[in-house]
């Protein structure tokens, strides 16, 4: 069964940066939207930031200054780089992709990953 596999939290103080990386952990036939959420502590998970096959990109408002999304449709990853990185920015980091695994499949299931966690720290 493939899952999302993230990689990249960790502790870092405010100021600091990180990338998270998420890819499937198998062979998949392709992948439509990919999608970094966050919860923080007592929070609702919140969409952080998206990206489709075709490379159209959303990065949540209040921390576009500062995210930048990428992906790469060779390697079927989705990145997130974070600069700046303030105490609110400090949760659990998901990745989430609409997959097909093979041609025959007419629509994308949805794939969520454990998650990853960042703490900024002050």
């Known amino acids: 069964q493939v899952r999302l596999v993230e990689s990249g939290g960790g502790l870092v103080q405010v100021g600091g940066s990180l990338t998270l990386s998420c890819a499937p952990s198998g062979p998949i036939f392709a992948i439509d939207d990919m999608r970094w959420y966050r919860q923080a502590p007592g929070l609702q998970r919140e969409l952080v930031a998206s990206?489709?096959?075709?490379?159209?990109?959303y990065v949540l408002d209040r921390v576009n200054d500062r995210f930048t999304v990428f992906r790469d449709n060779d390697k079927n990853t989705i990145n997130l780089q974070m600069n700046s990185l303030q105490p609110e920015d400090t949760g659990v980091y998901y990745c989430n992709a609409e997959i097909k695994m093979s041609p025959r499949d007419y629509y994308a299931m949805d794939y969520w990953g454990g998650g990853t966690l960042v703490t900024v720290s002050s």
């Open positions: 990206t489709t096959e075709s490379g159209t990109k």
